[in-house]
Nanobody, 129 residues
Framework: VQLQASGGGLVQAGESLRLSCTASGDTFGRNFGIYSIAWFRQAPGHQREFVGVKSYRDGRTWYADSVKGRFTISRDSARNAVYLHMNSLKPEDTALYYC???????????????????WGQGTQVTVSS
């Protein structure tokens, strides 16, 4: 069972990036469609924080206030992939970004890290001013 986050890089403020989260593994890959996928991030010296999540059940998305209106999550079920589209990036978005998979589908569960069973390794996003 594996989640892989990729697509990070160094950009200037105001630019955009798209992060990808892909799933592999026989069981997990076949059942990827019944996992909600979230993005979290962790900046140096800070705790890991919730960025956004897309529920597998009805496709609803929820975002942290700090990224609302700038970040969106999309899902490509055929590719077992979820994307984080980040626009109008700010220096404060600089962090290591992780994707995570949860079998839950409601926000009350999905906003809580212990509800996630699988985590990717993280991809670095650095935004210069």
């Amino acid at each position: 069972v594996q989640l892989q986050a990729s697509g990070g890089g160094l950009v200037q403020a105001g630019e955009s990036l798209r992060l990808s989260c892909t799933a592999s593994g026989d069981t997990f890959g076949r059942n990827f469609g019944i996992y909600s996928i979230a993005w979290f991030r962790q900046a140096p010296g800070h705790q890991r924080e919730f960025v956004g999540v897309k529920s597998y059940r009805d496709g609803r998305t929820w975002y942290a206030d700090s990224v609302k209106g700038r970040f969106t999550i999309s899902r490509d079920s055929a590719r077992n992939a979820v994307y984080l589209h980040m626009n109008s990036l700010k220096p404060e978005d600089t962090a290591l970004y992780y994707c995570a998979a949860s079998p839950y589908y409601s926000y009350s569960d999905l906003s809580w890290m212990p509800k996630y069973d699988y985590w990717g390794q993280g991809t670095q996003v650095t935004v210069s001013s």
